[in-house]
């Protein structure tokens, strides 16, 4: 219950900006020594508050002025600094802290999927949640509802799911584990700053399982890697734990510590994933048995695990979003990240009897995972589809009944596939505008293709270089129909559950990166990478119907060639 009677409750506009900053530059100054009365009472000035604001939306709004000024605050400190320019003592004694910040909703499966299957609560932090988590996860592990020892996390833009891998029924044509949604995490107030408390609860929540021998809570290594960044919020490159969506482990093998550029990928995705293939890359072709394990972490100089005496380097690579390429921000993880990964492993495997008993294909990220609000189209494209059926911009709106707008370069995508559809378009790609050189990321090594990797099913290329001996033309589509025959097989393995004789490791397809880059570079040529839409065709695949969409929607890496030396 509030201390203050909301009778009683102060109002920010009986407190004059001076006793407001004068409130604010005490509270963030502690945190901040060089935020003078001055920078308080610029920062008053900007808020503009009004009467019977709600202090969360001051306080996101001051987050964002702080953040300006390069004063990165957390979610809970800024409510409290908006309480006091409310004139509350904190945010604790503010009227408004009574009301539920997050909401738990929970899918029971203990006796089929009834409309009473689905159970709501709601929270007033992360704090008050951590309670209720765990004692949810007792009931779905007494009820065997954890069935491989394990409780997934996954984060998404303004929600975090929960769910449980289930191994598949002995007849079914696919093999591979299948997800069942648990529960889910969302906010009431807001995304922004929502996970800031997160942290700390599910902290807790994994010690309880994993500690207690019940289950493994995979996943939650990339929101504390995040969180734990000392990053400033704002600044390009910058992660923090919003980026936890777009994040995931990379293990890497580094026969020489002095040369980077020796080592090669290992695995990709979270904890379980990355543990397991570091197994499964160690196995003895031959026997098909791993070896017994030793792994240690060096006390001083970089993070590292060293397995059986060869060297490991964890890798935190987070992937921000971009029009064409994505900008990847990688930190090494130091000694006591490494540490605790460790221990975490040697938890798990207790957990699951000496073995893993469940681990991702892939981990789906938020980049690339959507559907974007706009496409950039080939107006020269669109223009001769509408002329080759006889239309005009406004004879196609007449015709099909859409809604008119300008025939612009970035066009709504709904606008975009139903153009598609209705004009029965049989090359669709064609309609998305190809990125300039410009836009593009040159490839000097193979980060950006190994990232880009699991989220992409094919390639395609621009106009070759004018000139190009047949010899070197033939040896470039070559190149690029083995990577791009490489991806098939990967999307088959991850998507359908198809099993080979057995399990290859990850690493051998990690490798195609470098095989292309290297096989460019041998034929004297540089490499511009970039990602677009990938419409592919359903028919055959899906029964015939007029209704039906035509095509899956998925993402081709797109490439183009200079001569070695060409300046652009």
Not at 29 to 47: C, G, H, M, T, Y
Not at 326 to 333: A, C, I, W, Y
Request: proline share 6%; aromatic share 8%; glycine share 6%.
């Amino acid at each position: 219950m509030p201390l203050i009677d909301s009778a009683a409750a102060p109002n920010p506009n009986q407190l004059t900006p001076e006793v407001q900053a004068a409130a604010l530059w005490t509270f963030v100054q502690l945190k901040a020594p060089r935020f003078s009365f001055d920078d308080a009472l610029d920062v008053v000035n900007e808020l503009k508050l009004r009467e019977g604001e709600d202090p969360r939306t001051v306080a996101q709004r001051l987050r964002k002025t702080l953040q300006a000024r390069r004063i990165a605050f957390k979610h809970t400190h800024a409510l409290h600094a908006a309480s006091r320019l409310a004139g509350y003592s904190s945010w604790h004694t503010n009227e408004h802290a009574d009301t539920p910040r997050l909401r738990f909703t929970t899918l029971d499966r203990s006796e089929g999927l009834t409309p009473e299957s689905l159970q709501m609560g709601e929270f007033k932090s992360w704090d008050g949640l951590a309670t209720e988590l765990r004692r949810w996860t007792d009931q779905l592990y007494a009820r065997g509802q954890l069935p491989l020892g394990v409780l997934a996390l996954k984060f998404a833009d303004g929600s975090v799911h929960f769910s449980t891998p289930v191994p598949p029924d002995k007849d079914s044509p696919n093999q591979q584990a299948q997800f069942w949604p648990l529960a889910t995490v969302t906010p009431l107030l807001g995304k922004d700053g929502w996970l800031e408390d997160a942290p700390p609860a599910l902290e807790k929540l994994r010690r309880h399982l994993e500690e207690n021998g019940q289950a493994v809570l995979d996943g939650y290594a990339v929101l504390h890697l995040c969180a734990s960044t000392a990053d400033h919020k704002g600044i390009p490159g910058s992660v923090g734990i919003a980026d936890a969506v777009n994040t995931e482990l990379v293990l890497i093998r580094e026969d020489d510590e002095n040369d980077p550029h020796a080592g090669y990928e290992i695995a990709r995705g979270d904890e379980l994933t990355c543990w397991h293939q570091l197994e499964l890359s160690l196995r003895n072709d031959t026997t098909d048995e791993t070896p017994v394990m030793s792994i240690t972490v060096p006390d001083e100089g970089n993070g590292a695990w060293f397995v059986n005496g060869i060297r490991y380097v964890w890798v935190l690579e987070t992937l921000k979003p971009h029009e064409y390429v994505p900008g990847r921000v990688h930190r090494f993880l130091g000694i006591l990240d490494c540490v605790r990964l460790l221990r975490r492993y040697r938890l798990t495997k207790r957990i699951h009897g000496g073995t893993f008993k469940h681990h991702e294909q892939t981990k789906n990220i938020g980049y690339l995972s959507g559907v974007p609000e706009t496409y950039r189209v080939d107006l020269h494209f669109l223009l001769h589809l509408l002329k080759a059926a006889n239309l005009t911009a406004e004879g196609y709106f007449e015709k099909f009944g859409v809604e008119p707008l300008p025939m612009q370069d970035r066009l709504p995508v709904g606008f975009v596939f139903q153009l598609l559809q209705n004009l029965k378009v049989e090359k669709p790609n064609l309609m998305f505008a190809k990125p300039n050189i410009s836009e593009m990321e040159r490839v000097d090594d193979d980060g950006l293709l190994r990232a880009l990797m699991p989220r992409i099913d094919s390639v395609r290329s621009g106009v070759l270089p004018r000139g190009l001996e047949e010899e070197r033309v033939k040896e470039l589509h070559k190149a690029l129909e083995d990577f791009g025959s490489s991806l098939r097989v990967r999307m088959m393995t991850a998507g359908n559950g198809q099993q080979t004789e057995k399990e290859l490791p990850y690493l051998l397809y990690a490798s195609e990166a470098e095989q292309l880059r290297t096989t460019v570079q041998d034929l004297g040529l540089t490499m511009y990478a970039a990602v677009m839409p990938n419409l592919l065709s359903t028919k055959g695949l899906v029964p015939d119907s007029p209704d039906a969409w035509p095509w899956a929607l998925g993402h081709a890496l797109f490439v183009r060639f200079e001569r070695q030396g060409d300046v652009q």
